[in-house]
C-alpha cells in the first residue's frame, strides 16, 4: 500500500472528485479525513470506508471559515498524531459573463477556492512543520489553471491562482520537506459539471449535446470525459512520490485538452 498510515486531510470530499480520491487512499492504507461543509454527508463516506475495511473520520468543515478549519485539523491531529497530506479540493461553479457577473458571486467563488486553500493550507503546513515528518499539499486546479473559457471570470482566475500559490509553499515548504503541487483534471461528469451543461446550453443558444461534444470535450484527442479514477490515481502518484525533485508543479489530467 502506497499511503500505508499516511493521515489525509481531502476537503470536499463528501461527493464528487474528493469522494473517489478518499476511497482510494483509503484502499492505499491511508488514514482520510472526509472535511465536507455537510457533516451528515462526510459521515456517511467515512462509514462507507470503515465499513470496507478502511480508516476514515468526518470533521465539519467550511474551508472559509478561519476559526472551523484550525479546529478541524486540531481535531485531526487530536485523533491521529498528524497531518501528511493536505488534498484542497473543495470548489463550486457559477457560470455568467462578466458584464452581468455579481460581485457577490464573484466573491464567493474565490472565497471558497483561493481563501479556503490559503486557510487549509496554512493550518496543515503549521501541523506538517510541528510533527516533523513533512508532507504533501495538492491543490485541485482545472485545465482552466492554464486556459480560459467563456462564463467562467473568477473559476479561471481562481484556479490561475492555484498555481501560484503552490509554487510558494514549494518554495517555502522545501526545508521542512513539504512538497506542493496542482492537479490540472478537465472536465469531469460530477454533479458540478452535470449542472452546468444546460446552463451553457442556455447562455450559447446550443443544445447541452453540442455543448458536450463541441465546448467542453472538443479539445481532447478523443472526445472523452475525464474521470474521478483517473484524478484519484494522480492523487496518489503525487502524494506517494518519494522527494522534492516533484514539487511546484501543475499535472494536467485531460485526454490531452491543454497540452504542456
Known amino acids: 500500500m502506497q499511503l500505508k498510515d499516511k493521515v489525509a486531510i481531502i476537503t470536499g470530499s463528501a461527493s464528487g472528485i474528493g469522494r473517489e480520491i478518499a476511497l482510494e487512499y483509503a484502499r492505499e492504507g491511508a488514514k482520510v479525513v472526509i472535511a465536507d461543509l455537510s457533516l451528515e454527508a462526510a459521515a456517511a463516506t467515512a462509514k462507507e470506508i470503515t465499513e470496507a475495511g478502511g480508516t476514515a473520520m468526518p470533521v465539519a468543515m467550511?474551508?472559509?471559515?478561519?476559526?472551523q478549519v484550525d479546529a478541524g485539523v486540531a481535531a485531526v491531529v487530536a485523533a491521529y498524531g498528524g497531518v501528511d497530506i493536505l488534498i484542497s479540493n473543495a470548489g463550486i461553479q457559477i457560470i455568467s459573463p462578466i458584464v452581468d457577473f455579481k460581485l457577490d458571486d464573484w466573491k464567493k467563488l474565490l472565497a471558497i477556492h483561493l481563501d479556503g486553500a490559503f486557510l487549509t493550507t496554512r493550518a496543515c503546513m503549521r501541523a506538517m512543520i510541528q510533527g516533523g515528518r513533512g508532507g504533501t499539499v495538492l491543490y485541485m486546479g482545472s485545465v482552466h489553471s492554464h486556459e480560459a473559457?467563456?462564463?467562467?471570470a473568477p473559476y479561471v482566475a481562481a484556479k490561475h491562482g492555484l498555481i501560484g500559490l503552490a509554487k510558494v509553499?514549494?518554495?517555502e515548504g522545501a526545508k521542512d520537506k513539504i512538497r506542493a503541487n496542482v492537479i490540472c483534471p478537465g472536465f469531469v461528469r460530477t454533479p458540478l459539471v452535470d449542472k452546468q451543461i444546460p446552463e451553457q446550453a442556455k447562455a450559447f443558444g446550443i443544445s447541452e449535446a453540442e455543448v458536450i461534444k463541441n465546448v467542453m470535450l472538443k479539445d481532447t484527442?478523443?472526445?472523452?470525459?475525464t474521470t474521478t479514477q483517473d484524478v484519484a490515481q494522480?492523487?496518489?502518484f503525487l502524494a506517494a512520490f518519494?522527494?522534492?525533485a516533484?514539487?511546484?508543479q501543475s499535472i494536467t489530467v485531460s485526454h490531452g485538452w491543454h497540452m504542456q
Open 62 to 67: 467550511n474551508v472559509t471559515d478561519e476559526a
Open 149 to 152: 473559457s467563456p462564463l467562467k
Open 169 to 171: 509553499v514549494a518554495k
Open 221 to 225: 484527442v478523443d472526445g472523452e470525459f
Open 234 to 236: 494522480t492523487a496518489i
Open 242 to 244: 518519494p522527494s522534492n
Open 246 to 248: 516533484l514539487t511546484g
